[in-house]
């Protein structure tokens, strides 16, 4: 029997991979697989909020405490983030959308406070030194409520949805500028070692991802509504920009990703991190998509197609190494639970 439940703040990243993986494939017309990978996410998603709810309520007080890290408070906007991809897979399902904006709202409210807390109290130096991709997932949990107030506001037409889907838009861009700064500044005034170019290196690709398919709904909703319409003029080009510049990491994370393999072994083994590696890819397809049809770029549909597929074929390989890992743990934990009881057995009956 596992004793300890293994509980990252960023667990929430497996249903943001598998979530943002189904739209791509909703949006290609590969429903078969749109369908599967939603009731995955949809049942990761449960489950995984059953355990975060559990752990809350089991260990208050350690919580709060591992929250004052910004390794933590940063990490968790992961599930901000998930509920986020799932309002927006899940679309048509009012109810379920407006439940799950909610619960998105309410835990970014509680953890923005609690991360730039933390962020204040650290040096800057620290924070460059300690700053890497998965600090980005403000940033994407923000960019995540725009597109859900853009949702809502292609749903009801009003007008203050928009207004409020633009302000976390570029509330979204700042972070991203701030935190990505810090990690592009370090990579250039040090030395770069195999060890720091992780998984969650590819949120530095995503996190432009998603901003530019915020700007592409947040278009799509000011071209249908008529309102607002100078806001065209901002919207455009941020989006044209935050799709360019994702296109441009992926050269860049390709090559450390590689030149990773070459100096440090074990580099492609199975971690659970892998997930936040997963995100960005079907985010990019999915942007890609979206810019393409709100800028008229017919050429796109093409690209978004092919990372598509990429993004599937590395969800699936993940996925393979998950189940691996667990069944290994599962076995291990199990093995190392029964082997003393018999020892202690053996030697109790020895015993005179």
Request: charged share 10%.
């Amino acid at each position: 029997m596992i004793k300890r439940l293994d509980l990252p703040p960023d667990v929430f990243a497996v249903v943001m991979a598998t979530g943002i993986v189904a739209i791509a494939a909703r949006d290609h017309r590969y429903n078969a697989i749109d369908d599967s990978l939603t009731a995955v996410a949809v049942l990761a998603f449960i489950v995984l909020s059953f355990a975060a709810a559990w752990h809350l309520l089991r260990a208050p007080v350690q919580a709060v405490r591992q929250a004052r890290s910004p390794e933590v408070a940063m990490s968790s906007f992961a599930f901000v983030a998930a509920c986020a991809v799932l309002a927006a897979r899940l679309t048509g399902q009012h109810v379920v959308t407006q439940i799950l904006g909610g619960a998105a709202v309410l835990g970014w409210l509680v953890l923005a406070p609690l991360a730039t807390s933390d962020v204040r109290s650290r040096p800057i130096r620290g924070l460059r030194q300690n700053a890497h991709g998965g600090w980005l997932l403000p940033s994407v949990a923000t960019a995540g409520l725009a597109i859900t107030a853009a949702g809502l506001a292609a749903q009801h037409r009003w007008g203050g949805w928009i207004v409020l889907a633009v302000i976390a838009w570029l509330l979204a861009i700042l972070l991203y500028a701030t935190i990505a700064g810090l990690i592009v500044s370090r990579a250039i005034s040090q030395r770069v070692h195999p060890a720091q170019v992780t998984p969650d290196s590819w949120i530095l690709m995503g996190a432009l991802g998603i901003a530019a398919l915020a700007g592409a709904k947040i278009l799509h909703d000011l071209s249908t509504t008529g309102q607002y319409e100078w806001m065209t003029s901002i919207a455009r080009p941020l989006t044209l920009i935050a799709w360019v510049l994702a296109s441009a990491w992926i050269p860049v994370l390709l090559y450390a990703e590689m030149w990773s393999v070459d100096h440090r072994r074990g580099a492609m083994r199975f971690g659970k991190a892998w997930w936040s590696a997963v995100f960005p890819l079907g985010m990019y397809a999915t942007a890609t998509q979206a810019t393409a049809t709100a800028l008229d770029l017919p050429a796109l549909h093409t690209v978004s197609l092919v990372l598509f597929w990429n993004a599937f074929a590395v969800w699936v390989l993940v996925a393979v190494g998950l189940v691996r890992w667990s069944f290994t743990t599962l076995t291990d934990s199990t093995q190392t639970d029964t082997g003393p009881i018999s020892q202690r057995g053996t030697a109790a009956r020895r015993t005179p």
